[in-house]
């Protein structure tokens, strides 16, 4: 692994502490009006999202429907044309940088895992555990007892207790997501953005994934984009449907598969 690419893991370490997360109202993502627009093409249009503290949503949608650029605007990748962006009641997003973003609680784990593979399960958990300590100390200095522990519950979370000395780049391309949804939860996140995570997956995996992502919500909310339906189905609490942009529909799995427009435009492709 190279220095700038620890250094890069690592930068979020350089800010003060954000603000205190205000859950008061319950509601833990607030996107309003949010518009971006690439070269004459509208990739949001006007969306309003709302997701709530602890809550699993489900977020789907056609190629093109805006999914990746509403993740993409969440964690500051992308700045919005119009709109506003709250995390909780008191950390406008559109005010902070990506890695001030990722301090404050939201956690994105991306479709292709973006582990270290020439280190342990376990350093990939140290690094990612980090927080403000310089790239020497996270890979000369001995963790506390308490770190330790944090990276044994998140190894025993994501199934991977037998392999903390594995190399990460030995592991199965479910592991491996599994790993990186590790890396996520040693952060702490309050809101953790997950993108198409059981693509290549064995039915197994898959099967151990929904698990994992259903036990997950509670002490945080977590927001799956995702293609493939029998998987949305097998977790999906509150499904969020996308096209051109603006939220379609939003509900039920039921209520969402039943609705004539989300056939017409996803389901019935």
Same mark, same amino acid.
């Given at each position: 692994?190279?220095?700038?690419?620890?250094?890069?893991?690592?930068?979020?370490?350089?800010?003060?502490?954000?603000?205190?997360?205000?859950?008061?109202?319950?509601?833990?993502?607030?996107?309003?009006?949010?518009?971006?627009?690439?070269?004459?093409?509208?990739?949001?249009?006007?969306?309003?999202?709302?997701?709530?503290?602890?809550?699993?949503?489900?977020?789907?949608?056609?190629?093109?429907?805006?999914?990746?650029?509403?993740?993409?605007?969440?964690?500051?990748?992308?700045?919005?044309?119009?709109?506003?962006?709250?995390?909780? %009641?008191?950390?406008?997003?559109?005010? $902070?940088?990506?890695?001030?973003?990722? /301090? #404050? *609680?939201?956690?994105?784990?991306? =479709? +292709?895992?973006?582990?270290?593979?020439?280190?342990?399960?376990?350093?990939?958990?140290?690094?990612?555990?980090?927080?403000?300590?310089?790239?020497?100390?996270?890979?000369?200095?001995?963790?506390?007892?308490?770190?330790?522990?944090?990276?044994? %519950?998140?190894?025993?979370?994501?199934? $991977?207790?037998?392999?903390?000395?594995? /190399? #990460? *780049?030995?592991?199965?391309?479910? =592991? +491996?997501?599994?790993?990186?949804?590790?890396?996520?939860?040693?952060?702490?996140?309050?809101?953790?953005?997950?993108?198409?995570?059981?693509?290549?997956?064995?039915?197994?995996?898959?099967?151990?994934?929904?698990?994992?992502?259903?036990?997950?919500?509670?002490?945080?909310?977590?927001?799956?984009?995702?293609?493939?339906?029998?998987?949305?189905?097998?977790?999906?609490?509150?499904?969020?449907?996308?096209?051109?942009?603006?939220?379609?529909?939003?509900?039920?799995?039921?209520?969402?598969?039943?609705?004539?427009?989300?056939?017409?435009?996803?389901?019935?492709?």
């Amino acid at each position: 692994m190279s220095m700038t690419s620890i250094g890069r893991l690592l930068s979020r370490g350089h800010y003060s502490a954000p603000p205190p997360l205000d859950l008061s109202h319950n509601i833990v993502l607030y996107l309003e009006g949010i518009s971006v627009s690439f070269d004459g093409f509208k990739a949001l249009n006007n969306l309003n999202l709302y997701i709530e503290a602890g809550e699993l949503r489900c977020i789907i949608g056609p190629n093109g429907a805006g999914k990746t650029t509403m993740m993409d605007v969440i964690t500051g990748k992308t700045r919005p044309d119009t709109g506003s962006a709250w995390f909780g %009641q008191t950390i406008d997003l559109l005010a $902070l940088s990506e890695p001030e973003i990722a /301090q #404050a *609680g939201i956690g994105r784990k991306f =479709q +292709k895992p973006t582990v270290f593979p020439n280190h342990t399960v376990f350093e990939n958990l140290e690094l990612a555990l980090a927080g403000e300590r310089s790239v020497w100390k996270v890979l000369f200095a001995k963790l506390s007892p308490s770190q330790i522990a944090r990276i044994d %519950q998140v190894l025993e979370t994501v199934g $991977l207790k037998d392999h903390r000395s594995t /190399q #990460a *780049g030995s592991l199965s391309h479910g =592991q +491996k997501q599994w790993l990186e949804i590790g890396m996520m939860l040693v952060q702490e996140p309050k809101l953790m953005l997950v993108d198409e995570p059981v693509a290549g997956m064995t039915p197994q995996e898959t099967e151990k994934t929904a698990e994992l992502l259903v036990s997950l919500a509670g002490e945080r909310s977590v927001v799956v984009v995702e293609h493939d339906m029998d998987f949305v189905r097998s977790i999906a609490r509150t499904v969020t449907v996308l096209h051109e942009g603006s939220v379609l529909a939003e509900g039920s799995i039921d209520k969402v598969q039943n609705d004539p427009k989300v056939v017409e435009v996803y389901l019935g492709e």
